[in-house]
């Protein structure tokens, strides 16, 4: 039984391999992408059990999905395939950094998840179920999927995590915070960014006040924050250089995750988290340099730099 169960939408990623506006041509590497596919990716190079719940479809991209997954020892037998195509989305980061992404998903297979998806069994004996913000701001029916595996991780006992990636591409701050709202009493563990931050509260005091037990913001290149019951910490980023800062989110959420289940203090679980954002935000791609467990361990020792 995986140790951690994750469910959203996986995309196919467009990556450019160089700077600058798509529209005078750029050559791009196909990837594989989603919050919580990049999530169960880097738990499971860890060493973590993972099963990754979605719907694919039934064409090539879809395949390319169910590949990767296999390739990383991510657990897929809760993956249904339903005729349809997978969604993709395109990135593009200018020559100051400015980045933005472009999405080709709606009506995309994940997206018509409901109530129902996948067999809540498969969720027996999980220490955590996680969910990210963005799986109900694809559909209504993925919305009412997301409230309803939150209910049945609750009624199993197993702890709930989101982290809330809000994409203002995908909804209005007004429908994400009425989500929000009906999602909080099941959420045991609440990690966000500074930028969700200020898009849904404006100011970064309301989201301490939260009635969530455990709240981590995530800050970039600042490292993070965090409130562990009435216990306020701070934990500062590895100096990298940020090269495609895309899925550091969902490395660090791993990485705090894991860090849980190895059982780590609260301070030494930031200091994980931000090793894997590290990784992550200095390599291009979504996950693709997600570290091994005994190479992320080797980087927080110190060990670095050439072997010979
Ligand atoms: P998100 O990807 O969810 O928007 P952030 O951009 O805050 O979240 O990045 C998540 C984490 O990744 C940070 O808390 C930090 O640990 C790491 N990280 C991101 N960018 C950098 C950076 N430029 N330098 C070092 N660490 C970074
Ligand atoms: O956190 C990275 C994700 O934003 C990326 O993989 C794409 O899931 C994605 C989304 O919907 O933005």
């Known amino acids: 039984m995986p140790e951690v169960v994750t469910a959203g939408e996986a995309l196919v990623a467009l990556v450019p391999l160089e700077r600058g506006r798509l529209r005078v041509g750029k050559l791009l590497e196909v990837q594989v992408g989603g919050a919580e596919l990049n999530l169960a990716v880097a738990l499971a190079r860890l060493g973590v059990g993972v099963g990754y719940v979605t719907w694919l479809g039934t064409d090539e991209l879809s395949e390319l999905i169910l590949e990767r997954l296999r390739a990383e020892g991510v657990d897929t037998r809760a993956v249904r395939r339903v005729e349809g195509f997978t969604g993709v989305y395109l990135r593009r980061i200018l020559p100051l950094g400015q980045g933005r992404v472009f999405y080709y998903r709606q009506g995309s297979a994940a997206s018509r998840m409901g109530p129902g998806a996948f067999d809540p069994a498969y969720l027996e004996g999980a220490r955590f179920f996680h969910l990210s913000g963005i799986t109900p701001a694809l559909s209504e029916s993925c919305r009412a999927f997301s409230l309803w595996a939150l209910a049945e991780a609750k009624a199993r006992g197993v702890r709930v995590s989101l982290d809330l990636n809000h994409r203002r591409h995908l909804w209005e701050g007004r429908a994400a915070r009425a989500w929000l709202e009906e999602a909080l009493p099941s959420l045991d563990l609440l ?27 995530k800050r970039g290149a600042k490292g993070a924050s965090a409130r562990v019951g009435e216990r306020r910490l701070e934990a500062p980023a590895f100096p990298v250089e940020a090269v495609d800062p895309v899925g550091a989110g969902d490395a660090f959420s791993a990485g705090y995750l894991a860090g849980h289940l190895w059982g780590l203090s609260p301070e030494e679980r930031l200091r994980l988290a931000n090793a894997l954002g590290a990784f992550v935000a200095a390599s291009r791609g979504d996950h693709e340099e997600a570290p091994r467990k005994e190479e992320v361990l080797a980087f927080l020792r110190g060990e670095g730099g050439w072997h010979r």
Not at 201 to 216: K, M
């Open 191 to 217: 990690l966000l960014s500074e930028e969700d931050a200020e898009g849904l509260f404006g100011e970064e005091g309301a989201v301490w006040n939260l009635p969530v037990p455990e709240i981590v913001l």
